[in-house]
């Protein structure tokens, strides 16, 4: 009887592990089912417990022996991203055990101590969210588009299909008068008679260039059978990767894995190598003469043309490795051949190039750097070199350099927000938050002061209108915008999404604070300023005809200066000195006294804590050179905005207020608004809102006070006072994202309703009259 008890005591066992294993497989890369693992451990932080399962746990089961076994499912590698964990599941603390009904557990899944650093910085109030790697992530570990991205196209993996849009357009842009170089080369070389070698490889590599796709350049002294190094289709796991990843716990082991065999496979041994003798030839002279210097400067136009767009860089690697490897090749040992699906294993060759174009290049990185702020590097120097030269406008136009150097301050902002999670990154709490409330606002402050700088000397108010457009353009951009196009995208890929209510609403009480404080003195001025009326006409002796007005405004100069000015001042710099005490509360509530609103838990694939050998990118002092290189280069480029921005500024039919609001105030914010986004795409929108959040809480309770400041010191006749636009749109946009904010989730409709709202503000705003000062 106890023997048919322990048969089906194992049985169930068994059962229960055939069906863990197949449920892992199954939903090992589904979005859906990616937090439904749980893992075994020993210590009490490896256990994380996804909110699809909220009970479910370790399960222990009796052994025939009378112990115990615990058994639980593997979380895979490509399950080590950010979970949110169950509500409740956390052990409540001492005196706050309501506080879990509103929080999740978030455990943080890295490989080293760095990152780990990073990503805890990414959910503290008031460190800037950043989504790229700070330090160096080994090739083998990273996806397979990334892995596709950074290869060197001397590798053959498989045979993909080769007639696409791309490669035929690559025909029309490149592929026929790269051709046509090597054609009209081909004769020059047969002429010499000695360089006769080297006008057929012309003639080779010219059918080459013209439909490259699908074909490879290999070595004539290193040509091996493809067929028959490795069997079609072979995929070898090596033991000692599926001892780690499968089997790296035995008491979790799941038992219905087969492992792959290894094969022994004879391959032929390669011919001796020889040493190349061409380059004491004449013919390579006459080649390096009369071919080669053609040929580079072909394909280095050809590189730079591909490069620019980014999604062509394909083109661009091709065209340098044949630049740098195969025309300096001896002729004989070029050998071009087609390869066919037969031949679909790992084998290296000299050159194999299969796509013309590939969209997934906007992830590309150079150093750790996006392609796109690398590209758009050369027109920062570009900017500063044409704009302090050509200020008579002889070669640009005032409008095109205003562009250029608007565009400039994309990239710069991208190299000040990485300089700055490098170094937070890198250092302690004091530290990182000095680092970040200085320099987090930096690209802002640069050109605010140079643009009431340009506005003091060329005494004129219309400058300070555009500031403070730009500064409540900041702010309705960051409330309604950001989080509105993050809700909507990520909604969009995932029907709903849920985020931290309790943090959301930490930063919604700042900006309510930071909204009163900031609008209070525009409020004092409504209230006992002199309602002044412009521009009055009536018709005299005639009643019927109303008096009509059509510029009236608020003016605090006409009244008592005795009851306004000397009012208004002192609480200009009250509300100064309050609001950044109030940030600076906000820091130790949500970083020191109430951390636990966060929950973070950083722990590594396995569970434990992170580990690992990496590199960091980039110290601290590269990044603090970064960092006041950039400063110093968006100082000239806010310079030069300010410049050329007078003549659209004096002959626009734009309102200046839509100006202020959209480009001087978005621009610098893209890679923010990039950020948020790759955020909400990865399911992870609690950081995306709390993106426009972090910038416009620092708008309010830093840079104002900071202008506030520079003005005390050198009065350039800032004053906290803005129109009526600006007061009523910045409050309706607070009232209606905290009103969206309430049940701690969303979707696209809501997201979709911010954008729409923060459209018809700036309609209205479009159709505003320009300030009276402009």
Known sequence: MSFKASSLLSGEVDNLRKRSVAETTENCCDPEHHLRFTRLQTQPERLCVGPHHPDLGTLATPSPDGSVHHFCQFTPKCLLAISRGAHGNSPPRQGEEGWHDGTSRTTIRVDNEVEAHREANNYKFGFRKWKGNVTEKPIEDRSDIDKELHTDLSIVKHIAPVVTVGNIVYVFLFGWWISLIYLLICPVMFLTILGAPYGKVCLKLAWYIIWPFGKSIQRACHLVNISAVKPTNCEIIPQEHEDKDLVGDKDCAPLLVSSPLPIEIPVPLPPPKKTSKHWCRFSTFLWLLLGYPVLAVVHSLACVLSWLPVFSIPVAKMNSRILTTVLLMAPEDIEIHALYKADVCETRVVLYCYQAFNLYYYKYTVQGINIFALNLLPLVFMTLIVGYTDREHKYFSAETMFTIAITSIIPLSYYIGMGIACISA?????????????????????????????????????????????????????????????????????????????????????????????????LFSKTFGNLVCESCSNTLGNATVPFICKDCHYDTTTADPHLILSHIEPLVYTVSVLLPASYLIGLIFTLKTHAHIYDIHVSDGHGGQPHGHHVVRWSRWRALAVLIVATVLMASCADLCTVNIEPILSHSSISQYFIGVTVLAMVPELPEIVNGIQFALQNNISLSLEVGSCIAVQVCMIQIPLLVLFNAFYDVGFALVFTDIHLWASIFSVILVNYIFMDGKCDYFQGTALVVVYFIVLAVYFFAPSPRSC
């Open 426 to 522: 890198q250092s302690n709490f004091a530290v990182g938050a000095v680092v970040n409330a200085t320099f987090g606002s930096i690209t802002e402050m640069t050109f605010y002061i140079t643009a009431l700088l340009r506005g003091h000397r060329a005494g004129t108010k219309c400058y300070e209108e555009i500031v403070k457009s730009a500064l409540a353009g900041t702010l309705i951009g960051c409330i309604l915008f950001i989080p509105g196009i993050c809700m909507t995208i990520g909604g969009i890929k995932h029907s709903e999404q849920r985020f931290n209510s309790r943090s959301a609403g930490v930063s919604s009480a700042l900006l309510f604070v930071s909204i009163g404080g900031v609008f209070a003195p525009t």
